[in-house]
């Protein structure tokens, strides 16, 4: 990336069509899934090879994240006033 992540970011989010939400809870599952050992326990450090689209994928849920860090706490007001 260049010196600027945040518009390397948000140019790659424009090139690709997002994942669903459900993919990318599955992402995120199997990349936690190499970190942990055969016991169950979460290793102190791991080290992973990504692909290039796993990075592309994860860089649109970080800008999607980001989307939404804006509302957030917004729904919960608006059920409990009613």
């Known amino acids: 990336m260049r010196a600027n992540p945040q518009q390397d970011t948000d140019r790659m ?13 599955e992402m ?4 936690v899934g190499r970190c942990v050992m055969r016991g169950g326990v979460v290793a102190d450090e791991t080290l992973l090879v990504i692909t290039g689209q796993t ?21 919960d007001g608006m059920v409990k006033s009613r």
């Open 13 to 25: 989010a424009k090139c690709q069509s997002p994942l669903s939400m459900l993919d990318q809870a």
């Open 28 to 31: 995120i599952d199997r990349l």
């Open 55 to 75: 990075a592309e994928n994860l860089i649109s849920l970080a800008n999607h994240l980001r989307r939404l860090s804006h509302v957030q706490g917004r729904p």
